[in-house]
């Protein structure tokens, strides 16, 4: 028992720094936006890192693929060297905006579970899933992804306010 809470602790620590250093990619990522200059070899590493650093695990195009959005040019060549190259914020977010997506459709499913553990007591299965689902949705991995990808959700949503067009109703 006790060897058992020294590797959880040692696992935890690493998860930590993992975390950690992924908030400092994020960070050096998006340090064009900056108006530095960076030498060749530097925008180069960059654009090698920015897949890891804006979890784009599927790439944009093949998540863009269902939606048909008009041309759009990137708010400057700062954003557009690293990866925002459009003014519609479901376009720049890619893989992040479809994992926001399956988050909260198994918050539904979450709520559909209580609703049902709620007024069928005599149905332990469906209560020990919800358990389940809850703590994964509200204590593990999904929560700790948006945690990770404010940075990017921001600066996509915020690059969207700046020209919003409105309609002539």
């Not at 590493?45 to 790439?59: C, D, G, K, Q």
């Not at 945690?147 to 915020?158: G, K, P, R, T």
Request: aromatic fraction near 18%; charged fraction near 10%.
């Amino acid at each position: 028992m006790g060897s058992n809470m020294v590797i959880n602790l040692l696992l935890q620590a690493s998860i930590s720094q993992l975390w950690q250093m992924l908030n400092g990619l994020q960070l050096t990522v998006h340090m064009p936006l900056f108006h530095l200059s960076f030498p060749a070899n530097t925008n180069f590493f960059i654009s090698f890192i920015l897949t890891v650093a804006n979890f784009e695990i599927i790439p944009s195009d093949v998540v863009m693929m269902a939606f048909d959005f008009p041309d759009a040019e990137p708010f400057n060549e700062g954003f557009d060297s690293i990866g925002y190259g459009s003014m519609y914020p479901v376009e720049n977010l890619g893989t992040s905006w479809l994992l926001m997506q399956i988050y909260l459709v198994l918050l539904v499913l979450w709520f559909t579970l209580r609703w049902i553990s709620t007024n069928r007591p005599g149905c332990p299965r469906v209560a020990l899933f919800r358990d389940k689902l809850g703590g994964f949705i509200f204590w593990g991995a999904a929560l700790r992804f948006l945690f990770q990808s404010y940075l990017e959700l921001c600066l996509a949503v915020f690059i969207g306010w700046y020209r919003m067009e409105w309609g002539d109703d």
